[in-house]
């Protein structure tokens, strides 16, 4: 490298043919001083790859700019320093090559923060605000439609109006038309022959605000729904979630007309018939409310939980939570919920079928037994005709009061029975806070959904304590919901 600026000199000497170069000593002195620096900025020049093939590359086209047409370079002699463009040249050229070292750095850190954003992109809290609002909506109409079942009201509203079924009636002649719609049907006549107009307006306002506050959920969700999805603040995790509850939400409105309709049925006038509505609507309709109950509370208490890992909230607790030690805890958590969920569906049971007025007695079913005779249980007056006798046994399990009571007594301590040993295998693991609040919680009001459980039976099931103790069922289902979620692995990245 020390021979270039003389070979620079002379290949550029014998290219010139301009006076101002011949016979100009300055000239020749500052061009002679130009290269010096020149060859100095080619050696100095900071290279962005240590490879030989790009340091030739961009050595070489700084070269052949150099050897330009001595017009080109009386350019250079006008006060430019042939060094400084030279230099800037050599850069430019090698950046084409392989990008200057700052280029390929900010190239890469907005690649790393825009794949970082993308990764630990989570809904706004205002999000899980929205859904924890409609499950506790989903609550409440629980909550209200045990005591429409339990003030034998849902039948007062005869038609399924969307729109027009929004206004109660005002006027005495309104009273008066809609009081007369109810006594054509099944209960008015068997069980409500004699009703005075202001005690049916007493079961009328029942159920009309069950199914208004029914609307409002389906309000409650749409509407806002749209804003989110609409501003783009919905994941496609979210909106697909979102999408099910949406579903699930029409679809019970519609299983709860359908619910209706088997309670109007003529049949039940009938001598020796009961009208109400059919045991397998009631559960199902109740099973819907619990499944679009568990959706929301879960989707809410996620988004919440997503954004405080996001700010690095769980970060000191992400060690205990993903502790392999705690594997068979969670899995039994998880069977807690199943249980909880399907002691709800046999309690829907109890209720389509007033089962709890039958052995109301605890912990005995009868004379010191603890179940009651089989012939009870397995009843043959369940059976069809052609039935098969085992599907006798599946009709009595459903159809025959005293066995739904005694599968729902079954359940309910089987589900005590499992969540005490949760609670007890608990102790002596390193749960995180939240888990420990959520396990000793649990445990709490399944003693007291037990205690409600026992005072409805023995009291035959007044109003008061059969709809404590359907809102125990959803606290309790609440209690194992939450255990659940502070138990849900945290990303370590």
Aim: glycine share 8%.
């Amino acid at each position: 490298m020390s021979a270039t600026p003389t070979m620079l000199a002379r290949a550029l000497w014998k290219c010139s043919s301009s006076s101002a170069f011949a016979s100009a000593p300055r000239s020749a002195q500052w061009l002679s001083r130009s290269f010096a620096s020149t060859s100095q900025a080619i050696r100095g020049a900071p290279l962005t790859t240590t490879t030989p093939a790009t340091y030739l590359g961009a050595r070489s086209a700084a070269m052949s700019w150099v050897r330009k047409s001595p017009s080109e370079l009386a350019f250079a002699s006008n006060k430019v320093s042939l060094a400084q463009m030279t230099r800037a040249r050599f850069q430019s050229t090698a950046a084409q090559q392989v990008g200057s070292p700052s280029t390929v750095a900010t190239t890469a850190t907005a690649a790393t923060t825009a794949a970082t954003a993308q990764a630990t992109k989570v809904a706004k809290p205002i999000v899980g605000y929205w859904m924890l609002t409609i499950s506790a909506m989903t609550f409440g109409i629980v909550v209200l439609g045990g005591v429409t079942r339990l003030t034998e009201s849902g039948l007062s509203i005869v038609e399924w109006n969307v729109i027009k079924g929004m206004k109660p009636p005002r006027s005495q002649a309104e009273w008066e038309e809609e009081f007369n719609k109810y006594k054509q049907f099944p209960e008015y006549k068997v069980l409500n022959h004699g009703m005075t107009i202001e005690e049916f307006k007493r079961i009328f306002y029942y159920e009309w605000s069950h199914r208004m506050l029914g609307r409002a959920i389906g309000a409650a969700f749409i509407l806002p729904g749209l804003y989110f999805a609409g501003r783009g603040m919905l994941s496609k995790e979210l909106s697909r979630r979102s999408l099910v509850i949406g579903a699930l939400i029409g679809f019970q409105g519609a299983l709860g007309w359908f619910m209706v309709k088997s309670g109007l049925n003529e049949e039940l006038a009938q001598p020796g018939a009961t009208p109400r509505v059919s045991q397998y609507r009631l559960a199902a309709h109740l099973g819907a409310a619990f499944l679009i109950y568990t959706a929301t509370f879960v989707t809410g208490l996620k988004v919440l939980r997503d954004n405080a890992i996001a700010k690095g909230s769980y970060k000191s607790l992400a060690t205990m939570i993903n502790n392999p030690v705690l594997k068979r805890f969670k899995g039994g958590v998880h069977g807690v919920v199943a249980m909880v969920f399907f002691t709800v569906l046999s309690g829907a049971f109890v209720a389509g079928l007033d089962a709890g007025l039958v052995y109301n007695e605890f912990p005995t079913m009868g004379e010191g037994r603890l179940m009651p005779p089989v012939d009870e249980l397995f009843d043959s007056r369940y059976l069809h005709k052609g039935d098969h006798p085992t599907f006798g046994l599946i009709r009595n399990m459903f159809d025959n009061q005293v066995t739904v009571q005694f599968n729902h007594r079954v359940m309910a301590m089987s589900t005590f029975t499992a969540v005490s040993a949760l609670f007890l295998y608990s102790r002596g693991l390193p749960l995180p806070p939240q888990a420990r609040l959520g396990v000793n919680l649990l445990m709490g009001v399944a003693i007291g959904q037990v205690g409600l459980g026992i005072a409805t039976l023995l009291y035959m099931v007044p109003v008061s304590l059969g709809t404590a103790h359907q809102a125990g069922s959803l606290t309790l289902l609440t209690s194992a919901l939450y255990l659940m979620q502070t138990l849900k692995k945290i990303p370590v990245k």
